[in-house]
């Protein structure tokens, strides 16, 4: 294949750290031409220094400085802000944009590179959370590809390989069930952060963790498959799998389905992401039957986590609340991991935003970044009044 110039953003993070370790493996196939990171300016230094990317760009401003006075000397461009990010994505070098961000400021970064016409690897599912049907349109107008890095959506887009001409009868999300599986909700009033944390199969950001301890992670890939699957939300269903083989799978109008499966290695949609549609040689573990002699399966308890039933909910409405939800989430898991609400309550906080923020049935680009602000501003001033609670 020819030698990809790629872009990482959300470089120091779990996704981005693993993208560099397929990008190690495979020097002959990519070449890192932008690193990008938030906080991180430590690493985000160590990454330019073996990598030599023409551009880094450092997310916090206060730390511009640290980072242009350490990379000087290598004649490497440095930048700093969301601003400069989404202008950084159309240079006309780059081949493929990696969108690991976390959260919803991955949207802006997003639209400009699909603008720029640039090819997307996706594992920043918050952009098709808060707008998938604007950025699937201006996809669909630029005809650009949009390459799925989630486990569960990169299962999916494999199974569809070759049967893009068949019609899909529903699609099949696995979750684990995260560390509180089977758990009631007298459990969870009490539950740590630190509890939360302990995934049991992923090796995941902070964030991303919560999120799958909650559920809401499941929720949030549901709308994610409805937009790159051309899906509605009775098409997609949910079922927990806790030993996390098979990633997903799909049904077809005939009845047959198709699964993915294998160890769970982000590693691997990461490289079938970058590299589609060639399948690259990788020394990842590989799976053995006689290790897994038993694959069980579960409906999700969507009662006593009720992320999953708002997920739903929200995207059965459209317009801005998916916005809200992810706005509200965001809130509710720093607030959780600040030690500030308890499990429970991020639930709590995300279903009275999702009722008392203006919905709006058709919304722009402009309308979601002020959906996004006045949840926020809502979900604060809930917090500080202890409202909910």
């Known amino acids: 294949m020819q030698k990809r110039n790629i872009a990482i953003l959300g470089?120091?993070?779990s996704i981005g750290t693993q993208a560099l370790d397929v990008v190690r493996s495979h020097p002959e196939a990519f070449q890192v031409e932008v690193l990008s990171a938030q906080n991180n300016a430590a690493l985000l230094i160590e990454q330019a220094a073996e990598f030599k990317p023409n551009v880094v760009v450092i997310g916090n401003e206060d730390l511009?400085?640290?980072?242009?006075?350490?990379?000087?000397s290598l004649d490497i461009k440095v930048y700093c802000g969301i601003q400069a990010l989404a202008s950084v994505v159309q240079m006309e070098s780059?081949?493929?944009?990696?969108?690991?961000?976390?959260?919803?400021?991955?949207?802006?970064?997003?639209?400009?590179?699909?603008?720029?016409?640039?090819?997307?690897?996706?594992?920043?599912?918050?952009?098709?959370?808060?707008?998938?049907?604007l950025v699937t349109e201006a996809a669909r107008k630029k005809g650009i590809n949009i390459y799925p890095v989630d486990s569960e959506h990169s299962a999916i887009f494999q199974c569809l390989v070759g049967e893009f001409h068949n019609p899909i009868e529903k699609i099949i999300l696995t979750a684990s069930g995260g560390p509180f599986r089977g758990k009631d909700r007298e459990f969870l009033k009490t539950v740590t952060k630190a509890q939360a944390l302990k995934h049991p199969n992923w090796v995941m950001g902070a964030k991303i963790t919560i999120d799958s301890a909650s559920l809401m992670n499941k929720g949030l890939e549901v709308i994610e498959?409805?937009?790159?699957?051309?899906?509605e939300?009775?098409?997609?269903?949910?079922?927990?799998?806790?030993?996390?083989?098979?990633?997903?799978?799909?049904?077809?109008?005939?009845?047959?389905?198709?699964?993915?499966?294998g160890l769970p290695d982000m590693r691997l949609p990461i490289q079938f992401a970058l590299g589609y549609p060639n399948r690259m040689p990788s020394d990842f573990p590989r799976f053995n039957f006689m290790d897994y002699p038993t694959l069980s399966f579960e409906q999700p308890d969507a009662k006593t986590f009720r992320n999953l039933a708002l997920a739903y909910a929200a995207l059965e409405r459209g317009g801005n609340a998916c916005c809200i939800l992810n706005a509200a989430n965001e809130v509710a898991v720093a607030e959780f991991l600040n030690d500030r609400i308890g499990f429970l309550e991020m639930?709590?906080?995300?279903?009275?935003?999702?009722?008392?923020?203006?919905?709006?049935?058709?919304?722009?680009?402009e309308d979601y970044v002020q959906t996004d602000t006045e949840t926020r501003r809502l979900a604060a001033e809930l917090l500080k009044s202890h409202s909910l609670y």
Not at 94 to 113: E, F, H, N, W
Not at 225 to 230: I, P, T, V
Not at 235 to 252: K, M, N, R, Y
């Open 11 to 13: 470089s120091t993070g």
């Open 64 to 72: 511009f400085p640290t980072v242009q006075s350490a990379l000087e």
């Open 94 to 133: 780059i081949d493929l944009v990696l969108t690991s961000m976390v959260g919803y400021a991955g949207l802006l970064p997003t639209l400009k590179a699909i603008e720029a016409g640039k090819s997307i690897a996706l594992a920043n599912k918050e952009t098709l959370v808060v707008a998938g049907e």
């Open 225 to 231: 498959a409805k937009w790159l699957f051309g899906l």
């Open 233 to 261: 939300a009775p098409q997609i269903e949910v079922v927990v799998h806790p030993q996390s083989i098979i990633h997903s799978l799909v049904q077809f109008e005939d009845g047959s389905m198709k699964a993915q499966m």
């Open 347 to 365: 639930s709590d906080l995300i279903g009275e935003c999702l009722e008392r923020v203006s919905y709006q049935a058709n919304p722009s680009y």
